[in-house]
């Protein structure tokens, strides 16, 4: 089992830059896919990317290609989403999640065992 807590939201205006940070608890870190998701108000929640084991491959909403990008630390038992040229439509919670195995579709929130509290980004034009 692993624990997340993402940090690292805030206010920013349009065209500005944040970086989530999640952190997990355990030793296990290297065994987990993880992903990031968000989710607007009145919205179900979306894929925004997701990054496998060791970082080998990463994947992206088309939405965000280009602007974010998802790395991780496995020594820090850390995984981060670096987002640049934010836009209004980026308002959202972000939530960082986890699972043992690469899911099937990677941007399905159903694939996740493991989520975040969430973290709030405040886009303003």
């Known amino acids: 089992q692993v624990q997340l807590v993402e940090s690292g939201g805030g206010l920013v205006q349009a065209g500005g830059s944040l970086r989530l940070s999640c952190a997990a608890s355990?030793?296990?870190?290297?065994?987990?896919?993880m992903g990031w998701f968000r989710q607007a108000p009145g919205k179900e929640r979306d894929f925004v990317a997701a990054?496998?084991?060791?970082?080998?491959?990463?994947y992206y909403a088309d939405s965000v290609k280009g602007r974010f990008t998802i790395s991780r630390d496995n020594a820090k038992n850390t995984v981060y989403l670096q987002m640049n040229s934010l836009k209004p439509e980026d308002t959202a919670v972000y939530y960082c999640a986890a699972d043992r195995n690469l899911p099937t579709v990677v941007g399905s929130s159903r694939e996740y065992d493991y989520w975040g509290q969430g973290t709030q980004v405040t886009v303003s034009s």
């Open positions: 355990g030793r296990t870190f290297s065994s987990y896919v």
């Open positions: 990054i496998t084991w060791s970082g080998g491959r990463t």
